[in-house]
């Protein structure tokens, strides 16, 4: 089991960026794949990006493919989610999730750990 903390969510304009952090305690990192999600009011929890163990693969939605990258540094214990071009529609509270597997999981149900959400608010 890790713990899990996702940070640098925040209020920005259409257009802008934002970095949000992941940083995991409590189990080896480096053996645990990463997925981000989001959750806006209303909605189902959805599949924003996912990577491997190592960081060599990588999967996103394609609603942000193209605008957001997943990356992560094993020596940190921490995962990243780089949004560029943000909309409106990616107003929302975005989680980090991890699970001990090597495979790039993009279902919630296929998690185990979760952190608690950061605000993301895109404003028009």
């Known amino acids: 089991q890790v713990q899990l903390v996702e940070s640098g969510g925040g209020t920005v304009q259409a257009g802008g960026s934002l970095r949000l952090s992941c940083a995991a305690s409590?189990?080896?990192?480096?053996?645990?794949?990463i997925g981000w999600f989001r959750q806006a009011p209303g909605k189902e929890r959805e599949f924003v990006a996912a990577?491997?163990?190592?960081?060599?693969?990588?999967s996103y939605a394609g609603s942000v493919k193209g605008r957001f990258t997943i990356s992560r540094d094993n020596a940190k214990n921490t995962a990243y989610l780089q949004m560029n071009s943000l909309k409106p529609e990616d107003t929302a509270v975005y989680y980090c999730?991890?699970?001990?597997?090597?495979?790039?999981?993009?279902?919630?149900?296929?998690?185990?750990?979760w952190g608690q959400g950061t605000q993301v608010t895109v404003s028009s």
């Open positions: 409590g189990g080896t990192f480096s053996r645990y794949a």
């Open positions: 990577i491997s163990r190592s960081g060599g693969l990588t």
């Open positions: 999730a991890a699970d001990y597997t090597l495979a790039v999981l993009t279902a919630p149900s296929d998690y185990d750990d």
